[in-house]
Each structure stands twice: as C-alpha cells, then as structure tokens.
T-cell receptor, first 112, second 112 residues
Framework: GNSVTQMEGPVTLSEEAFLTINCTYT??????LFWYVQYPGEGLQLLLK?????DKGSNKGFEATYRKETTSFHLEKGSVQVSDSAVYFC???????????FGEGTQLTVNP | DTAVSQTPKYLVTQMGNDKSIKCEQN?????MYWYKQDSKKFLKIMFS???????INETVPNRFSPKSPDKAHLNLHINSLELGDSAVYFC???????????FGEGSRLTVL
C-alpha cells in the first residue's frame, strides 16, 4: 500500500515568511496527491491536489508540484499569514480503490 | 446545509460504557469513512463503507462496530469504552474519481 512521510513539526514562522512543508510518498503505481488543512476545532478540508506527474496544485497562495522522480509533493507559500496557522496533512490515494493514506500532519504556527 | 455532519460533537463518558456517534452526508456520495485522530493529530483510518457494504476494516478492536443503514449514513458504536479510546473521531465521504474526501467537524470522545 501507499505510505506518506511529512517533515516533522511543529513549524513556527513570522508573518510574511516563506513556508515549505516537505512530503514524500511511496506507492506501487501513480497515486493522486493531496494537501489537507485542519484549522483549530474543525475537520480537515482539501487545500489542493494533483493527479499526475508534473501537475501543480494551487489554492489560497499555496502551491505543490507532483514530482514523480523524487516522489515528492512539497507544500509552499511565499508569504504566510497568521490565519494560515493550522495543521497540514499530505495524503496519497491509491490508483485503484478508495483508500486515502495521510502523513503525520505538520502543525504550523504563524506569529504576527 | 452542512455536507457531512456528525453528532454529538463532544462526548464525555466513563470507562466501560457503550456509546454511539452518528454521521450523515447530503452530498450523494457512495463511500463513507471513520477516522480516529489521536492527541498528536495522527489520523488513522478505521472503516470504510461503499453503498452500505464494508470495504475497509483496519485492525480495530471488535468493540468498535460500524453500521451503515443507507449510503448517506454511517454510525459508529463503541462497546466497553477504554481510556485509550479518547480521541477525535472524524467521519468523511467521497463520491468522485478525484478521491477528495469531505470531512465532518469531528466528535471528541473523552473516556474518564
């Protein structure tokens, strides 16, 4: 089955700093890749996704590119805001079936 | 018009009790899930149902019993609650080929 590894947290940044959260995956095929965000006290919600190699997902200033050669899907944002403080999860969905495998989650705190 | 709704949102109970958490989705999805999130935010899949049929059953104690009366509902019953069952339980659903999951807001279970 798939497995997903995220960089360890927590991550603390100042407002307007550059953000990178690393994510790598292992899979037998070509999974679809996702980033989910969980704001305090809420459920997870989809932030962005990519379904094939070299696709770039983007939303709310966040971007991630599906890199097959390095099996990575790193999340980036050029200038973070306090409102970006949340837990971020990388996930992979196997090519067949409905199982979505999540990484460990990375807690991001952005200070004013 | 909440897409995936769970009840109750909070549940505090004594060890040894039996409790249930209910989930309903109004998205017309065929597949529903239960995830358990521990205090370190790690997400672990427990069960998945597709059109009322069990398709994923992870290594979960048999004190946990899911039930899907129809494809819009997936309930979780837990017998003989233990301290280690304390967690946030998330219901989710999916219906498209993209694999995007839609999550409920979570049910925080505290076992005393």
């Amino acid at each position: 089955g798939n497995s997903v590894t995220q960089m360890e947290g927590p991550v603390t940044l100042s407002e307007e700093a550059f953000l990178t959260i690393n994510c790598t995956y292992t899979a037998t095929g070509y999974p679809s890749l996702f980033w989910y965000v969980q704001y305090p006290g809420e459920g997870l919600q989809l932030l962005l996704k990519a379904t094939k190699a070299d696709d770039k997902g983007s939303n709310k200033g966040f971007e991630a590119t599906y890199r097959k050669e390095t099996t990575s899907f790193h999340l980036e944002k050029g200038s973070v805001q306090v409102s970006d403080s949340a837990v971020y999860f990388c996930a992979a969905k196997e090519t067949s079936g409905s199982r979505l495998t999540f990484g460990e989650g990375t807690q991001l705190t952005v200070n004013p | 018009d909440t897409a995936v709704s769970q009840t109750p949102k909070y549940l505090v109970t004594q060890m040894g009790n039996d409790k249930s958490i209910k989930c309903e989705q109004n998205l017309g999805h065929d597949t529903m899930y239960w995830y358990k999130q521990d205090s370190k935010k790690f997400l672990k899949i427990m069960f998945s149902y597709n059109n009322k049929e069990l398709i994923i059953n992870e290594t979960v104690p048999n004190r946990f019993s899911p039930k899907s009366p129809d494809k819009a509902h997936l309930n979780l019953h837990i017998n003989s609650l233990e301290l280690g069952d304390s967690a946030v339980y998330f219901c989710a659903s999916t219906g498209g080929r993209t694999g995007e999951l839609f999550f409920g807001e979570g049910s925080r279970l505290t076992v005393l």
